[in-house]
């Protein structure tokens, strides 16, 4: 081959990043330690850190009984993050003992933020103090209100779908059935979501009478 077109050739391989220059790997000293961190005989149970030399990730590994599982290291942090929004913040943390999950934890958590044996001593506290029965009203009025604006959804879910035509695929040919809407959106405000907002208005205003007495 002439030396004008091995120049074309090599010219070409450096556009397409195929030149031997630019895919030529440099060892250094990381990669020779990850090579023999690779190579190192591991015990069950050992963990170790090592760091991609081309993408600079590092990975934990730990040497299971005939096999190693690795994953990042910022999965840790992400492990983290999630125990930490599936805890107990408003528990005390210098008196809380909750050390293991319970359905009754789970429950108070969703409510109060507290595992169930802080939601006890506070009630208690509260009782000592006069106030039990002012916080139990403002909780039946939290929780009432969120039943009602789950209804309220729900109620938007039924009207969309009493409102609106529906296709189904009827045979592997891909033959569609139309099926019509039940009634107009008219007739879904003249009904359905007229009878609602009476109870609405009928459920708000015994909530406020009672919060009153």
């Given at each position: ?46 963990v170790w850190e090592e760091t991609d030399a081309l993408t600079g990730t590092t990975y934990i590994i730990e040497q299971r009984d005939g096999f190693r599982i690795k994953k990042t290291k910022a999965s840790d942090v992400l492990q983290s993050v999630r125990e930490e929004l599936r805890a107990y913040p408003n528990c005390r943390k210098e008196t809380c003992t909750c050390l293991e999950k319970h359905p ?110």
């Amino acid at each position: 081959m002439s030396k004008k077109l091995q120049n074309v050739k090599a010219i070409q391989q450096m556009l397409d990043g195929s030149h031997k220059f630019q895919t030529k790997k440099t060892v250094g000293f990381s990669d020779a330690d990850n090579t023999a961190k690779k190579n190192e005989r591991h015990d069950v149970g050992d963990v170790w850190e090592e760091t991609d030399a081309l993408t600079g990730t590092t990975y934990i590994i730990e040497q299971r009984d005939g096999f190693r599982i690795k994953k990042t290291k910022a999965s840790d942090v992400l492990q983290s993050v999630r125990e930490e929004l599936r805890a107990y913040p408003n528990c005390r943390k210098e008196t809380c003992t909750c050390l293991e999950k319970h359905p009754l934890n789970e429950k108070m958590r969703k409510l109060h933020g507290m595992c169930f044996d802080c939601v006890i001593e506070m009630e208690h506290e509260l009782k000592k103090e006069g106030r039990y029965e002012e916080y139990e009203q403002t909780k039946i009025r939290e929780n009432a209100l969120a039943w009602l604006a789950e209804a309220e959804r729900d109620v938007a879910l039924l009207k969309e779908t009493y409102t609106q035509a529906s296709q189904f695929v009827t045979n592997s040919e891909g033959e569609k059935e139309v099926w019509s809407a039940r009634m107009t959106p008219e007739q879904f405000e003249e009904t359905v979501q007229a009878q609602f907002n009476e109870f609405k208005e009928k459920f708000l205003a015994k909530l406020d009478k009672e919060n009153t007495k």
